[in-house]
């Protein structure tokens, strides 16, 4: 079910860094330090709707988010909630947004999509690295440690 | 896996009128006549995280997912996108956001929530109606006619 023709979404690319890949979709870190923010990208050609998926890959889509919510979980303390959002507006690539929401983060309550420019991290492979060492205990069990070509 | 203790939030109560029961959840009219908007609260007490239900559960949110955007698409023409999202920053019972987005409408391409003060419907059980009309063709095989107690 995964496109040999899969071509990330430019804007993605130059917003997100790769992490792994999982059984059907990219795992990448959003590179704005104001939040812990991870999409997954499923490697389908044409995708937009999580609900057009077939449903094989709509479950491995919801196995993804399971194992992304418990990397954060496993990765950064004392998250108030998880925010996760498909939304797609700008981006038409389907890709899901999973994010660590804390009491009084720079959107708190608000969502973080729309809630200004993101503030790239100083050293963002760092904590790219610090996500794939996290990985095992978030379920992620292949987690490579350099990308594969995009 | 329903809980008989199950509350409505207050604040979706005030918010939303309910439209029929899928399996797991309500599903519900959020009465804003800005965006066509339906909201799946699972019937089940204390839950807040979507990745926190137990697989069974998480399998028919999903499937009831795929129900309500059908159901949109039955009853919204020319809908752009689907907007997904499970936030709960304000309301922690967890509840699934599924808005239909056309391009220009009022929060376009921005998200909905956040997007200022809703405007009710005129006419919201008409809207309702509509909506339990359309229900057989969005794969709500039962959309009962009238509510049950909140």
Redesign the interface.
Known sequence: MTSPTFELDPRLAADSIFIADGPLSQLRLMDDARFPWLILVPRVHGA????DLDGAS??LL?AE??QA??LLRARYNNL???????????V?QLHVHVVG?REGDAA????V??SGPRQPYADVQSEVARLRQAGSAGGFSTLPSAPPGE
Do not use: D, F
């Open positions: 937009t709707e999580w609900v709509q479950r919801l988010l399971n919510s418990a108030t909630k998880l925010n996760i959002g498909a939304l797609g507006n700008i038409r929401r708190w309550p608000g969502p999509w729309g």
